[in-house]
């Protein structure tokens, strides 16, 4: 490149605006507190010339959001002090968008968000957590909250009909009718105790932790990214092992079998390495070839989770009720497990909501699987899938899907060539397609004058980084 040639390079990079995006319900994010149903710009405060700019989004969990700044700050914004406890986590920082305080001046790479906890990964590659404190690593949990607790009955749309029936106590689904029926009735009871010891509790420091803590991931250990899922947390680490802690009642932990609670940050095994070098999975009964030789990339749902080695397997584990495991049936896996069913084809990328999975390939193709009560795999149906079925929706043909983000209950794909689509759910406009109607097959969201080059989901709402010419 010469010297005009890389003055007018210069030049057009200047004339680029980085932009986020958003659209859905946010408390706080607006003085009405109503939907945003089609994406409108956030205003960065300090951005502008010399100023901060954004850098990328990551969605965010109940009701706030979460981006990342050009300076490394981690910034929130959505939650106001009348919203409860849940959305401590983001800062109270109502509708304008604020740094997060984290106690260290490393720049901040990767964040997540589950139902009330956050994470985020420092450039040192050091790893800071807030929110529930089951969620948050320690010595002793504060307090054990029963099966299906908070998670499932904090918010009251956050448990539809047909979800009732889950499986929220982490026991295999029965398939006796009337023992189920009498199961169900003592989840129920359970869960009832829980919501109503919590409405009795004092709030406060008892649940929250409001001030991020590191994590101790051990001497040497650097983590790249992270996952939040409702109340368990994944991390990878440089070399490609993956950590987890929190909630593990049905087996999103990975580690074999249902431990309600690990305090502190465990390898969860999901490549094991024979003494001829190859990759290789342990289970009680046998031992099953894993391609690959390390996990290069993690999601988590609601209660699973799922990871993606460095030669394109997808092991999924965790509740199975909705198939949002992919292994063809609605049982529970307590390790990681292969989706067999996509044997031959290279898994790139994945992304999973409170019930769903949904995963890209290298060709470009976009698989779904799990429950889809509101649309959320975009298959154009509303039943669910226990494997892997490909989208052929006419939208989406010759496309090369690139980003995959998932919601509690939509989703959302970026294409190679600039193009956003979402489905599923759409009650608070989180779809940005201008309304509230849900979606059953993916659908082409307008952004006049910018080009999108990241997508990230919160539980109600969506985030969309973009560049805007100047």
């Known amino acids: 490149m010469n010297g005009s040639e890389r003055e007018e390079g210069v030049k057009m990079e200047e004339c680029k605006e980085i932009v986020v995006y958003m659209c859905g319900y946010i408390p706080g994010a607006s003085p009405e507190k109503s939907p945003i149903l089609s994406p409108v710009p956030v205003q960065l405060p300090g951005s502008g010339c010399g100023g901060d700019s954004w850098k990328d989004v990551c969605g965010g969990g109940c009701g706030f959001a979460m981006a990342i700044s050009e300076s490394g700050k981690l910034i929130t914004w959505g939650s106001t ?204 009964t046998q031992v099953s070839k894993v391609p690959g030789s390390y996990v290069k990339g993690i999601a988590c749902g609601g209660r699973h989770s799922a990871v993606i080695t460095d030669a394109g397997a997808l092991l999924t584990f965790g509740w199975g009720l909705y198939g949002q495991c992919g292994q063809g049936t609605n049982n529970d896996q307590l390790r990681p497990t292969c989706v067999s069913s996509l044997s031959g084809k290279q898994a790139e990328t994945v992304a999973a909501g409170l019930w769903h999975t949904i995963c890209i390939t290298v060709e470009g193709h976009v698989y779904a699987f799990g429950g889809n009560q509101f649309g959320q795999l975009g298959t154009g149906a509303e039943q669910a899938e226990t494997l892997p079925r490909l989208l052929d929706a006419p939208s989406l043909e010759s496309k090369h899907a690139k980003i995959v983000s998932c919601g509690a209950r939509h989703s959302t794909i970026l294409t190679e060539d600039g193009k956003l689509f979402s489905w599923g759910w759409n009650k608070y406009g989180q779809l940005g397609l201008g309304d509230s109607a849900d979606r059953n097959i993916p659908s082409l969201v307008s952004i006049d004058g910018s080009l999108p080059t990241n997508v990230a989901c919160g539980w109600w709402h969506t985030l969309l980084l973009a560049e805007r010419p100047v």
């Not at 304008?96 to 009330?116: I, N, Q, R």
């Not at 607790?149 to 029936?165: E, L, P, R």
């Not at 003592?186 to 991020?212: C, H, N, W, Y």
Request: glycine share 14%.
């Open 81 to 284: 002090d009348d919203e409860g406890q849940s959305y401590m986590t983001s800062g109270k920082h109502g509708e304008t968008p604020e740094p997060f305080p984290l106690p260290t001046e490393a720049s901040v790479l990767k964040a997540a968000a589950g139902w009330a906890h956050c994470v985020s990964v420092t450039e040192m590659g050091e790893v800071y957590t807030w929110g529930w404190k089951e969620c948050v690593p320690s010595e002793k949990i504060v307090r054990d909250l029963v099966a299906g607790g908070i998670f499932q009955t904090n918010s009251t749309d956050q448990v539809s009909g047909k979800a009732q029936g889950s499986n929220l106590i982490g026991g295999p689904v029965s398939h006796v009718d009337n023992k189920k029926a009498g199961e169900e009735i003592g989840k129920r009871r359970k869960i009832a105790l829980a919501k109503q010891e919590l409405d009795s509790s004092t709030p406060g420091d008892e649940l929250f932790t409001v001030s991020a803590c590191l994590v101790n991931m051990g001497p040497g250990v650097r983590i790249s990214t992270v996952a939040a899922g409702g109340r368990h947390t994944l991390a990878l680490s440089d070399m490609g092992q993956v950590w987890g802690w929190g909630y593990g009642g049905e087996g999103q932990l990975g580690l074999g079998t249902r431990v309600k609670m690990v305090a502190t940050p465990h390898v969860i095994p999901c490549i094991e390495q024979s003494a001829l070098g190859k990759g290789s999975m342990s289970s009680s």
